[in-house]
């Protein structure tokens, strides 16, 4: 808190050379290191489509929202047995649209294989999306998972809308025009940081 007794804006400000976790994020850190991956703390969305949608400007339009959200390519390296974040650059995140071409009797199946995909948190950006296409009936299933630690179920809106709005433009030949984010998820981690203190100080409040 600062001197008047009041918590600090929310901004985005200068960043230290190792970035913490949020508090959500150690407790889901923590759980993972215990019982391993699982698909607990994954969140699904499926949408089926009628016709076949344009795999390029689809992936095109995901790798415009992962380089807009930086939760979405962060990865939770450890440290003297203390996780922190790394944030990836758009490239080396590798937050590409899978495509999985199946028969019409196995779409069902590849979307549950594809929604039982286990994150690897220490080495695998958070976010999934696959693309699984029946070819002879010229319909799509869009499967997108995302690990609880990079959002929750009210950040899968956001997330849609802007893939949505990404793919019209890359439709039509163009990069999508996002207005820049004030701040990004690390930045409210530092700010809980600043505020509460740090967990493993006995004597801050968020111990």
């Known amino acids: 808190r600062t001197a008047t007794g009041a918590r600090p804006a ?3 400000g200068q960043r230290p050379g190792t970035l913490p976790l949020s508090d959500a994020q150690h407790r889901l850190w923590f759980l993972h290191q215990l019982e391993g991956p699982g698909a607990t703390y994954n969140i ?8 076949l949608l344009d795999p390029a400007a689809l992936d095109a339009a995901l790798g415009d929202v992962v380089a807009r959200h930086e939760a979405l390519r962060t990865v939770f390296a450890e440290q003297d047995g203390e996780p922190y974040q790394r944030i990836l650059s758009p490239a080396d995140a590798g937050v590409r649209l899978r495509v999985e ?12 294989t594809a929604l039982g ?3 690897d948190l220490s080495a695998e950006a958070p976010v999934r999306v696959t693309l699984v296409r029946d070819t002879a ?3 799509d299933a869009l499967v997108v998972l995302l ?12 997330f849609l809308n802007g893939l949505e709005h990404a793919y019209a433009a890359r439709l039509r030949g163009e990069a999508p025009a996002f207005a820049p984010l004030p701040v990004q998820y690390a930045d409210f981690a530092l700010w809980q940081r600043e505020a509460l203190g740090d967990p493993a100080d006995p004597g801050s409040p968020a111990a």
Do not use: K
Request: proline residues 5%.
């Open 147 to 158: 690990h609880h630690i990079a959002g929750d179920e009210w950040s899968m809106g956001p």
């Open 117 to 119: 995909h286990l994150f």
């Open 137 to 139: 009936r010229g319909t």
């Open 10 to 12: 929310l901004t985005a």
């Open 101 to 112: 071409e199946t028969a019409a009797d196995r779409v069902d199946a590849a979307v549950e």
């Open 44 to 51: 699904p969305f499926v949408a089926r489509f009628g016709t």
